[in-house]
């Protein structure tokens, strides 16, 4: 992706190069040499255009649509397969199974939620139970359990962000 990304640089380098070689042209009044500088100003823009959304893994300018919900903040924080693998405790011939190294990443994650926001993290990823079920279950609101996922979550991003022992 890296490669990917440096050859559009040195596409956009070697565009300016020549929009900026026909501009004595252009100015005077060459109508070959403003054509042409037109189209290298547009691919110019193209080329940007590309080289933001390798650098942001967005789509450029895009407001509308699904662009506009916030969807890059609902990531699943913990991967829901890893989650999933962690609850059950799997051992022998599943693809899900996870390394020591994988389950002490996701406890070193779950260990700064309280008690009630762990329990609640755990039903809905790793038993992937609903919000309103995991309400009847602990005898408590829906709208509590949603408060208990949504401040774990922060704090898993917390974590996450600010921990070592989570990279890699």
Not at 113 to 131: K, M, P, T
Request: with cysteine.
């Amino acid at each position: 992706m890296q490669d990917l990304l440096h050859g559009y640089k040195e596409t956009r380098k070697g565009l300016n190069i020549a929009y900026e070689a026909l501009r004595s042209y252009a100015e005077a009044g060459d109508e070959a040499a403003i054509a042409e500088r037109q189209l290298i100003g547009e691919m110019r823009g193209e080329v940007d255009w590309v080289i933001e959304w390798l650098e942001t893994g967005r789509r450029p300018g895009n407001k509308r649509g699904i662009e506009r919900r916030a969807a890059y903040q609902r990531e699943k924080l913990v991967d829901p397969v890893r989650m999933q693998a962690y609850v059950s405790r799997a051992t022998a011939g599943s693809p899900a199974n996870l390394t020591d190294w994988q389950r002490n990443q996701i406890e070193d994650a779950l260990c700064v939620l309280s008690d009630r926001e762990r329990e609640c993290y755990i039903l809905a990823h790793g038993q992937g139970f609903s919000h309103e079920y995991i309400a009847d279950l602990l005898e408590i609101t829906k709208g509590s359990v949603d408060s208990y996922i949504v401040r774990a979550q922060e704090k898993i991003t917390n974590r996450l962000q600010n921990s070592l022992f989570l990279v890699g």
